[in-house]
């Protein structure tokens, strides 16, 4: 601004600053339904998964006692507390350890086997037309068999032993794991696939860069199948196969409870399996999701 040859320069006027108080909720009328209440303690509890999980599972324990107490016969059906102790006794004597490390180590040689047989399958199924008709042909073939009906021909080639149990296993575990990982590679979306060409990867790399981590949440749970198939499977070849080398598994520990009559020992037998699986799917599973899938915000 210039007035009569002098240069002016011109600011605005500075405003004090203020601090206006906001008024309550209900006095600047926003509805109440959209006024979020403070949570209590109490409610906190109730939102927490572990508990309500743990509330239900003491129900169930209670309604079995309760059960048990009225048909009052032990040798058919023993109560919970009667079961609780005879696991406790087998854990302590180190009895039913023994036999619990026997069935992993085996069920763990499987679960692998058959997680690398379905890696291969889905891999060649991805990359080529043939190995697409392949993975096709066979799981519409062998996915539906029960896995312990290939016990017998198991015996016959692999003999009595360990080889026996982990090509049943395998069986169990190819399959599914194959049938889900090949949906969620197709199920990933073409511009990924357009990205991993343009940067130049090659079949073997476009799977492990691209396709596994976009198709993560479909091969995790093909993998929870697999583990389930595979426990059951195992449990029940040895309830069937016995003994691999003169080592029982947990199968085993129950067939031959049966046979003596102690029914409790056939049920802590029966809830090892069911702790043991309860413990794979809330603290392996459950982690391996939260620090991929969950993280990445692929799954809720």
Avoid at 217 to 245: D, M, N, Q, Y
Wanted: glycine residues 10%.
């Amino acid at each position: 601004m210039m007035t009569a040859g002098v240069n002016v320069k011109w600011e605005p006027p500075v405003r004090p600053e203020y601090e206006v108080p906001l008024a309550p909720a209900h006095a600047a009328g926003v509805p109440a339904a959209s006024i979020v209440a403070p949570v209590s303690p109490l409610q906190r509890l109730g939102q927490a998964g572990w508990l309500r999980k743990g509330i239900l599972l003491a129900l169930i324990a209670a309604l079995w006692e309760a059960i048990a107490r009225w048909t009052d016969n032990d040798l058919l059906l023993p109560g919970f507390l009667q079961t609780a102790k005879a696991l406790v006794e087998g854990i302590v004597s180190g009895e039913l350890p023994g036999y619990i490390g026997v069935s992993l180590a085996v069920l763990l040689q499987g679960y692998l086997a058959g997680v690398l047989g379905a890696f291969l399958l889905t891999t060649l199924a991805i990359s080529t037309r043939v190995g697409r008709d392949l993975l096709e042909t066979l799981t519409a073939m062998f996915n539906p068999l029960p896995a312990i009906a290939l016990l017998p021909v198991a015996l016959l080639w692999f003999g009595l032993g360990k080889g026996s149990l982990i090509f049943v296993l395998m069986h169990s575990v190819m399959w599914p794991l194959a049938l889900n990982t090949y949906a969620g590679f197709r199920s990933v979306p073409e511009t990924l696939r357009m990205a991993g060409r343009n940067y130049g990867l090659g079949n073997v790399r476009m799977v492990t860069q691209i396709l596994v981590p976009a198709a993560l949440p479909a091969i995790l749970s093909g993998l929870k199948i697999g583990w389930a198939f595979a426990w059951r499977t195992l449990i029940a070849a040895e309830l069937v196969f016995g003994t691999t080398s003169g080592k029982g598994g947990l199968g085993w520990y129950i067939f031959q409870s049966r046979n003596e009559l102690f029914t409790d020992k056939v049920f802590a037998g029966l809830a090892a399996v069911i702790l043991i699986g309860l413990l794979f799917e809330n603290i392996v599973f459950q982690q391996v999701e939260r620090l991929t899938v969950r993280r990445w915000g692929m799954q809720r």
